[in-house]
């Protein structure tokens, strides 16, 4: 703390971003305390040389469209080799719940479907879609057979399960 001001404070009013009343108690205080001046002084010229080095650095090192688009593509390139390496388990069982949800659509309706699925899932070790993993499919699964059975028969209920086969 400097004179009752912290850094924060200062810093503030250094970038322009001092609240009013900050500002008049901080300009009252310069007028009044040559060390302050001087250490205002010093921080703005300070911080004007460094915004007039970035701008300088800014211009000297912008890409071109071309520059940007290429690098671009090969982040993203990257990405999607290291996704095909290494598939994100939770997006496999999600998309498995979506496949199952398909399935069962035409038999009993959207809504219907992802409430069996949901049905399924808290009565299954998994407590929630959410909590469905590989370790817990089979549990889940089967809830969801014996589901399927009330609501759509034994052939309803063996196509979901024969569905959610890995």
Same mark, same amino acid.
């Given at each position: 703390?400097?004179? &009752?001001?912290?850094?924060?404070?200062?810093?503030?009013?250094?970038?322009?971003?001092?609240?009013?009343?900050?500002?008049?108690?901080?300009?009252? %205080?310069?007028? &009044?305390? +040559? @060390?302050? =001046?001087? +250490? /205002?002084?010093?921080?703005? %010229?300070?911080?004007?040389?460094?915004?007039? @080095?970035? *701008?300088?650095?800014? $211009?000297?090192?912008? +890409?071109?469209?071309?520059?940007?688009?290429?690098?671009?593509? &090969?982040?993203?390139?990257?990405?999607? !080799?290291?996704?095909? *390496? /290494?598939?994100?388990? /939770? /997006?496999?069982?999600?998309?498995?719940?979506?496949?199952?949800?398909?399935?069962?659509?035409?038999?009993? #309706?959207?809504? $219907?479907? !992802?409430?069996?699925?949901?049905?399924? *899932?808290?009565? @299954?070790?998994?407590?929630?879609?959410?909590?469905?993993? *590989?370790?817990? =499919?089979?549990?889940? +699964?089967?809830?969801?057979?014996?589901?399927?059975? !009330?609501?759509? &028969?034994? $052939? #309803?209920?063996?196509? !979901? =399960?024969?569905?959610?086969?890995?």
């Amino acid at each position: 703390m400097i004179h &009752g001001f912290t850094e924060k404070e200062w810093n503030d009013y250094l970038e322009g971003c001092a609240a009013e009343n900050l500002q008049d108690r901080l300009e009252a %205080h310069l007028i &009044g305390c +040559l @060390s302050c =001046w001087e +250490l /205002h002084h010093q921080m703005a %010229h300070t911080t004007e040389a460094l915004r007039a @080095s970035g *701008a300088l650095i800014r $211009t000297q090192l912008s +890409l071109q469209d071309s520059q940007l688009h290429a690098g671009l593509r &090969g982040v993203f390139e990257k990405l999607r !080799v290291a996704e095909a *390496a /290494h598939p994100e388990p /939770h /997006h496999a069982i999600r998309q498995r719940l979506e496949e199952l949800a398909a399935v069962m659509t035409p038999m009993c #309706g959207s809504q $219907t479907a !992802v409430k069996a699925l949901r049905a399924a *899932a808290q009565d @299954s070790p998994a407590r929630s879609l959410d909590g469905v993993t *590989a370790d817990n =499919w089979t549990q889940f +699964l089967q809830r969801l057979k014996s589901i399927a059975a !009330v609501m759509c &028969g034994d $052939t #309803g209920a063996r196509l !979901v =399960w024969e569905s959610g086969q890995f």
